[in-house]
């Protein structure tokens, strides 16, 4: 299974755009890209996913290299409740999330 | 919208007691997925159904067990508990194996 690298931690301030950067340099070819992030011990939320196209929804925007190599997670206005472990994700054809340490985000006032 | 239903929220137990998690999923999901989430750790893959039918298994020990029914809950059935045992539990719900996944608010176990 593909694995993915995110930096420990990352600060941003209130209503400044947040990029999450994520190494996935193994995926294959049919594996998706997932965000998912986790306010302190709730379930984790589902934010946003791609295969090789740039997506965007009312959450955020994920940008995939073309080489699919890495991607980076695009939080456009950042608010106190962002504040949260996001987690990038490459799942496999039975689709289990296997999560790895995530980024620690928070948005300061 | 209906999201997925985890209960109960809280549950104490001792040591080599059982337990019995329940999962309702968003309706019309027919795959379920079970997590387990210790202290101060990321989420693990425990095990997951598809159509009533156990579809991939993960790092969940022997004394625990969990089935899928026929109106797609499931159940998480945890024997012998340990301390080691204690945790959120988190129970997802998706459409499809490549749809995203949708958590519930989970359920805590302390072991005693």
């Known amino acids: 299974d593909a694995k993915t690298t995110q930096p420990t931690s990352m600060d941003c301030a209130e209503g400044r755009a947040a990029n999450l950067p994520c190494n996935h340099s193994t995926i294959s070819g049919n594996e998706y890209v997932y965000w998912y992030r986790q306010i302190h011990s709730q379930g984790p939320q589902y934010i946003i996913h791609g295969l090789k196209n740039n997506e965007t929804n009312e959450m955020a925007s994920l940008i995939i290299t073309e080489d699919r190599k890495s991607s980076t997670l695009i939080l456009p206005h950042a608010t106190l409740r962002d504040t949260a472990v996001y987690y990038c994700?490459?799942?496999?054809?039975?689709?289990?999330?296997?999560f790895g340490a995530g980024t620690q985000v928070v948005v300061t006032p | 919208a209906a999201g997925v239903i985890q209960s109960p929220r809280h549950l104490i137990k001792e040591k080599r007691e059982t337990a019995t998690l329940k999962c309702y999923p968003i309706p019309r999901h027919d795959t379920v997925y079970w997590y387990q989430q210790g202290p101060g750790q990321d989420p693990q893959f425990l095990i997951s159904f598809y159509e009533k039918m156990q579809s991939d298994k993960g790092s969940i020990p022997d004394r625990f067990s969990a089935q899928q029914f026929s109106d797609y809950h499931s159940e998480l059935n945890m024997s012998s508990l340990e301390l080691g045992d204690s945790a959120l539990y988190f129970c997802a719900s998706s459409s499809d194996r490549d749809q995203p996944q949708h958590f519930g608010d989970g359920t805590r176990l302390s072991i005693l």
């Open positions: 994700i490459v799942t496999d054809s039975w689709g289990k999330l296997q």
